[in-house]
């Protein structure tokens, strides 16, 4: 069983059920709560108020290790059968068995414990708890319909992604059994987004016209399929009839196929080639800048996890279509990361890396943001009036080898950190820091003990002075916190009791990958959590620390290939870390050009309806400019044009609908206008455009009859400015 994180101890029982359903780690990256909120909170009232609440707590943490998890799959049969267009899978195990073990673990522990059972029907979680079990309950009951996976397919494009969810159908019933499962959660929950459930002969007649649209459920006597577009659903279904296996053919689906290969319980995978090609704007400067980031080569990303009994074994690739380049290429090939030979065995959590030179870094930002040249960098220049050349005293004389480890946070104004970096040529980096220290008036302390040279720094701060120290050792430059955690660091280096040479780390790394790594993250997930339950009662840390006596730390670590890189983790805690790395480089740069794409749409159709307006004005000068875009757009009947219906935008645009204080939406925008009028003539308007929701863009825009566009930043418009209030945001560029 997975570790228990601190934010998990609200909802101890059921949580924890909760938790392993879906492979325990993925649910537990929720920030965890501060020490004070916990000491305050409801569990800690219920930990008093029941004194055998605890070990009780224990004893059900115990039996939940012995909870059978699904058999690993070594292939898939409905991957052949996907649209062609997928680029975006994920498959996960029927997990419906699991959660009847652990609901059943859980009535048990309720009957044998007096103390446990009181707290759940008279404690904090007497309102929730005994809906989540119900739900849970009929979870397992609808999962015995199903095969032993559920696939999640998508095609993500820059107009209207499609996805669908698949499961095979494993005996007859489900469609009653769906129905009543949705009937019961509708009444738990009290709303819930409209459902359709369907057999196949009731999809052809199908109309549906509702907003938002509704889940559409299809029950064949083979598959499950949901999805919320008709269109979709309606060509997947004949496809399912031809058992067509398209998908096979295609690159994508082999590679996925692939991942299946020794076995695997989850597999995600995304053709990130294909979803930036959709998602970045064709525009010039848009795909100058991807490409000078080196992600324009990004090929597949891929991750599967399986598990054998106890052990967690997860793998993640990031392929390229060639030789990576720019960001892309800044991890470099793996090597015996020295720097852990600094780190406490102690240590909260530490990230050490081998990058290429931090000077070809440095080279490839600038030449990113387009500021070459020492004349344009602003570091640079302040540099320079010390006398200090940054490319060639600092960054040249750096390996690329840097780790940075936390200790302590105790203090949040003062944590305790290391900072250790791979130097080229100690004496001429020494140089530069004497060089900087002296120019900027901040005199080290420097004494000598067992043949290291020690330099203290006291720098001010508004809340007193900070100490930063730091020494040169075995080719490293290391920076810490403090004289003691430098002094603790060197002699860990010395007698070799340090994080690299400590059995609990070293059997955490995965066997069979190479001598070496280019990326390894570690974290000490007890010591976090014990840090933060320092103000809670005893009874608390004490049942804490007895269930995660034994709790491994979790490791990553990852190996760069020429076009390639591959992360690999044996902790439960990290089965989603390597895609999150992936995903934390790659998403922010596809959000941002998804959303520069929305705006510049977004702009487009303003300008189209100022020109729209003025047509309008000419064309109908009694009546001035068109009062909505109901007003511009073409007559639905397919009459022609007319003062009620000019035809001058499109449907989209200028739908019957799009009147009054109503919005409509095109292309991740919503939009309205409202003229302003008087004597029956319109003498002027405002057209508002606002994302349909905060992933969609980030700006609001508005326009008025000078054709002038404005912009706000911030949340999407509940409601659209006025003529007033548009003309106060500032003007787009």
Not at 71 to 99: E, H, I, K, Q, W
Not at 350 to 371: H, R, W, Y
Not at 529 to 552: C, D, G, Y
């Amino acid at each position: 069983m997975p570790h228990l994180t601190v934010h998990s101890l609200r909802r101890y029982a059921l949580s924890a059920i909760a938790v392993l359903l879906f492979s325990a780690a993925a649910l537990a990256q929720a920030a965890p709560q501060s020490s004070a909120s916990l000491a305050n909170s409801p569990l800690t009232a219920d930990f008093k108020k029941y004194p055998g609440l605890a070990p009780a707590l224990d004893q059900l943490g115990q039996q939940l290790q012995t909870l059978q998890f699904p058999a690993p799959r070594t292939n898939d049969a409905m991957l052949p059968l996907l649209p062609s267009s997928t680029n975006f899978f994920a498959a996960l195990p029927n997990y419906g068995d699991t959660v009847r073990q652990a609901v059943d673990i859980f009535e048990r522990q309720l009957q044998q414990s007096p103390a446990l059972r009181d707290w759940w029907t008279h404690g904090e979680t007497a309102k929730s708890g005994p809906k989540l079990e119900a739900a849970l309950q009929r979870f397992a009951e609808l999962s015995g319909y199903l095969g032993d996976e559920v696939v999640i397919s998508a095609a993500i494009d820059s107009k209207d992604p499609q996805f669908l969810i698949m499961a095979q159908v494993q005996k007859s019933g489900l469609k009653q059994a769906l129905q009543q499962f949705v009937q019961q959660m509708q009444v738990s929950a009290g709303s819930i987004q409209p459902i359709h459930i369907l057999e196949p002969q009731e999809l052809a007649t199908l109309q549906v016209s509702a907003k938002p649209q509704p889940l559409l459920v299809l029950v064949r006597p083979d598959f499950v399929v949901a999805t919320s577009n008709l269109a979709t659903l309606r060509t997947f279904n004949a496809q399912l009839d031809k058992r067509g296996a398209a998908f096979s053919s295609t690159l994508f689906g082999q590679r996925i196929a692939k991942a299946y290969d020794g076995g695997a319980d989850t597999v995600g995978a995304a053709d990130l080639h294909d979803i930036i090609r959709q998602l970045i704007p064709p525009d010039a400067k848009s795909q100058s800048m991807l490409k000078s980031s080196g992600l324009s080569d990004v090929k597949y990303l891929v991750w599967n996890h399986t598990r054998n009994g106890n052990q967690s074994l997860s793998e993640s690739e990031l392929s390229f279509t060639g030789p990576r380049r720019g960001i892309a290429s800044w991890i470099a090939a793996p090597t015996q990361l020295g720097s852990l030979d600094f780190v406490s065995p102690t240590a909260l959590m530490c990230v050490s890396m081998n990058l290429k030179s931090p000077a070809q870094i440095f080279e490839d930002i600038e030449q990113f943001s387009g500021t070459t040249g020492p004349n344009n960098c602003a570091l640079c220049l302040q540099a320079q009036a010390m006398g200090i050349d940054i490319e060639n005293d600092v960054l040249r004389q750096l390996s690329g080898e840097i780790t940075i480890e936390l200790d302590s946070v105790q203090n949040l104004e003062q944590p305790e950190w290391k900072l250790i970096f791979r130097v080229v040529d100690a004496q001429r980096l020494q140089q530069t820091l004497t060089r900087l220290m002296t120019a900027a008036n901040v005199p080290a302390q420097q004494y000598t003990d067992g043949g290291v040279t020690y330099h203290v720094i006291q720098t001010p701060s508004p809340k007193g002075a900070k100490e930063v120290a730091y020494a040169f050792v075995s080719g490293y430059v290391i920076f810490t916190s403090s004289r003691e955690a430098l002094q603790q660091a060197v002699r860990a280096h010395q007698t070799g009791e340090s994080l690299a040479h400590s059995s609990k780390f070293l059997a955490s790394l995965p066997s069979g990958h190479p001598t070496g790594e280019s990326l390894l993250m570690y974290q000490d997930p007890t010591a976090i959590a014990k840090l933060q339950l320092q103000q809670m009662p005893p009874e608390i840390v004490q049942s804490f620390t007895a269930l995660n006596a034994q709790a491994a730390p979790t490791v990553v670590t990852a190996y760069a290939a020429p076009e390639s890189i591959r992360a690999v983790s044996t902790s439960a805690a990290a089965n989603s870390t390597a895609v999150m790395i992936a995903a934390a480089i790659l998403m922010p740069n596809l959000m941002r050009g998804k959303m520069a794409a929305n705006e510049a749409t977004a702009l487009d159709n303003l300008r189209k309806v100022n020109s729209a307006q003025h047509s309008y004005e000419s064309a109908y000068p009694d009546r001035g400019f068109a009062p909505d875009l109901a007003a511009l757009g073409p007559d639905p009947s397919g009459a022609i044009k007319s003062a009620d219906h000019a035809n001058f935008v499109e449907a989209a645009l200028g739908a019957p609908t799009c009147t009054g204080t109503n919005w409509c939406e095109l292309s991740g925008y919503r939009f309205s206008m409202k003229a302003v009028c008087g004597l029956g003539r319109c003498n002027n308007y405002v057209i508002a455009a606002t994302p349909a929701d905060s992933t969609s863009g980030s700006r609001s825009f508005c326009s008025a009859s000078d054709g002038t566009i404005h912009f706000t930043v911030g949340s999407p418009l509940k409601t659209s400015p006025n003529l007033r209030e548009c003309r106060m945001w500032p003007v787009v560029k």
